[in-house]
């Protein structure tokens, strides 16, 4: 039989103990629901009993919620469930995600908050080329984009590209309404939106007129070579197999690609999915990351995730 472990540990004197606990006790409670351990909460003190191992987590997580509470950031419930999934895979430690800023905006730090989402900054770190799979939620085009701009701002590329295919347009834009921004607006209104979210309204729209960040469907990319550039290939499920290797051979000098998509919602209207086919292809190249993300990555709200994990247990009833 294991013997019991017993700790105890104190927040330091600026902490509020009902922000660590939370509202109703709900983070005390979702720690409890977790640990195999028995947790006591006593004025500004925790008293921790039971298996080492779960007691030695049980510290690493406090610790650390008494860091953020000190630093002034309020510790919320989907924000401890990342961090207990942390633990649980001994990957990183909660604290790993938090010191790993990719870029701070109007006092707000931009950072990889699950495991998955700290492999997938990494990949693009380290590679040229990095595919993220994986469902609504999981940041994958928001990270992406933090990782443009912080690049872009450390000068280390010249400018940003960003790009989707356009699907239900068939790539053929001629016969809608309206200029040809009013045509494609529609269909790049999210990367517009992630943009806006990282830079004011008024410095993004000088860049975007000077061209330092150009956002474009797809079909605008054939024949092109972009040096020095970040490039963003975002729902690249709707890729056909020749559009993602025109996409991909667009790379020039000092470029950098990183390529998006959800392949449970592919909307091609016929043939194979160019993101499904291209790890037969290129998995195991030297310079190319694959990262799948998946339910346990999503940090919107905490209902997508539960209805993340519910049409996968569907498809695999399936």
């Given at each position: 039989m294991?013997?019991l472990?017993?700790t ?14 939370g ?6 409670h ?14 500004d003190?925790v ?18 919620l ?13 924000s401890?469930r ?6 649980r895979?001994a990957?990183?430690?909660?604290s790993?995600l ?13 950072r ?11 990949a ?5 080329v ?8 999981t ?7 933090a ?5 872009l701002?450390?000068?280390e ?9 356009i ?5 053929n ?8 921004f009013?045509k494609v607006d ?10 806006y979210s ?6 993004a729209?000088a ?25 963003i290939l975002?729902e ?25 998509g ?7 209207p016929r043939?194979?999915?160019?993101l499904?086919?291209?790890r ?12 799948d ?12 995730a539960?209805?993340?994990?519910a ?8």
């Amino acid at each position: 039989m294991t013997d019991l472990m017993q700790t105890t540990l104190a927040a330091p004197p600026s902490v509020d103990m009902a922000c660590v606990v939370g509202a109703h006790d709900e983070i005390l409670h979702q720690m409890e629901e977790a640990f195999d351990a028995r947790i006591t909460v006593r004025g500004d003190t925790v008293a921790l009993a039971g298996d080492p191992i779960e007691v030695q987590q049980l510290t690493a997580l406090l610790t650390d919620l008494f860091r953020q509470a000190e630093s002034g950031q309020a510790p919320d419930v989907d924000s401890v469930r990342h961090s207990i999934e942390l633990l649980r895979h001994a990957e990183f430690a909660p604290s790993a995600l938090r010191d790993d800023v990719l870029l701070s905006y109007r006092s707000r730090a931009i950072r990889p908050r699950t495991a998955g989402q700290k492999h997938y900054v990494d990949a693009i770190r380290e590679n040229t080329v990095t595919f993220a799979i994986g469902p609504a939620g999981t940041g994958k085009t928001y990270l992406a984009m933090a990782m443009a701009v912080a690049a872009l701002k450390r000068k280390e590329v010249g400018r940003i590209v960003l790009s989707r295919p356009i699907v239900e347009a068939g790539e053929n834009l001629g016969f809608l309404p309206g200029t040809l921004f009013e045509k494609v607006d529609p269909y790049i209104r999210p990367l517009y939106d992630a943009l806006y979210s990282m830079f004011d309204m008024e410095r993004a729209a000088a860049l975007i007129e000077t061209g330092v960040i150009e956002v474009a469907p797809l079909a605008f990319m054939r024949g092109r070579t972009l040096n020095d550039a970040f490039i963003i290939l975002d729902e690249a499920q709707n890729t056909t197999p020749e559009q993602m290797k025109m996409a991909l051979t667009r790379l020039g000098n000092g470029a950098k690609i990183v390529v998006t998509g959800d392949i449970s919602q592919i909307d091609l209207p016929r043939g194979q999915s160019g993101l499904v086919q291209v790890r037969s292809i290129l998995e195991g190249i030297d310079d190319i990351a694959f990262c799948d993300l998946s339910g346990k990555d999503v940090v919107r709200h905490s209902l997508v995730a539960t209805i993340v994990a519910a049409y996968e247990r569907a498809d695999r009833k399936a």
